[in-house]
């Protein structure tokens, strides 16, 4: 009834993007896959973005997503999930070092996303959490995340800190050199 009174959202649906999208768009598309609403066109662009975007990202949230799975049909999330599994979880002494790829201004909470990410994986595939490799891996990214938070929290010769007091007029020409323009 929905459609019969908005056809337009057909358009949209051949249009739109999965990834970031809001749960209300998401909760749509996926009401209308299994129905086979949404054009096959539509749906297989979807599920490669989808599966695209995750692999090259490390973002597992799609493998405990309940809200996409429905967009995948047959084999085609088994395959995305096995894909995920070959280049994530297949070696993860080498993880570490592939995060170095990616970039951002929150250095700490993106390596934090990926130990998520991660965790999410090893739960979806079953891998048992006294697996030594990925202990491995979560002391190593805990570390680092440690020392990117120690290095924000402590930004090198950026906070002010007053000249040491010697005498009076030491104190105070110090004084009325750092506020000279205040007056200006």
Do not use: C
């Given at each position: 009834?929905?459609?019969?009174?908005?056809?337009?959202?057909?358009?949209?649906?051949?249009?739109?993007?999965?990834?970031?999208?809001?749960?209300?768009?998401?909760?749509?598309?996926?009401?209308?896959?299994?129905?086979?609403?949404?054009p096959e066109?539509?749906?297989?662009?979807?599920?490669?973005?989808?599966?695209?975007?995750?692999?090259?990202?490390?973002?597992?949230?799609?493998?405990?997503?309940?809200i996409?799975?429905?967009?995948?049909?047959?084999?085609?999330?088994?395959?995305?999930?096995?894909?995920?599994?070959k280049?994530?979880?297949?070696?993860?002494?080498?993880?570490?070092?592939?995060?170095?790829?990616?970039?951002?201004?929150?250095?700490?909470?993106?390596?934090?996303?990926?130990?998520?990410?991660?965790?999410?994986?090893?739960?979806?595939?079953?891998?048992?959490?006294?697996?030594?490799?990925?202990?491995?891996?979560?002391?190593?990214?805990?570390?680092?995340?440690?020392?990117?938070?120690?290095?924000?929290?402590?930004?090198?010769?950026?906070?002010?800190?007053?000249?040491?007091?010697?005498?009076?007029?030491?104190?105070?020409?110090?004084?009325?050199?750092?506020?000279?323009?205040?007056?200006?």
């Open positions: 009834m929905v459609l019969e009174v908005r056809p337009d959202i057909f358009e949209w649906a051949s249009k739109v993007s999965a990834i970031g999208f809001p749960v209300s768009g998401t909760l749509l598309l996926a009401a209308m896959a299994p129905w086979e609403f949404l066109e539509s749906r297989l662009r979807l599920v490669k973005d989808i599966s695209d975007h995750s692999i090259q990202s490390l973002d597992a949230k799609p493998l405990k997503d309940e996409l799975q429905p967009l995948f049909k047959g084999a085609e999330f088994t395959d995305y999930a096995e894909r995920f599994r280049e994530w979880l297949s070696d993860p002494a080498s993880v570490f070092s592939d995060l170095g790829r990616f970039s951002s201004d929150d250095e700490a909470g993106m390596y934090t996303d990926f130990r998520e990410n991660l965790r999410i994986a090893q739960r979806y595939f079953e891998i048992d959490d006294d697996d030594e490799a990925f202990a491995e891996l979560y002391a190593e990214l805990d570390a680092h995340i440690e020392e990117l938070e120690a290095k924000a929290s402590s930004p090198a010769g950026s906070a002010w800190s007053p000249p040491p007091s010697g005498g009076s007029d030491t104190s105070s020409a110090a004084a009325d050199t750092i506020f000279y323009d205040v007056d200006d």
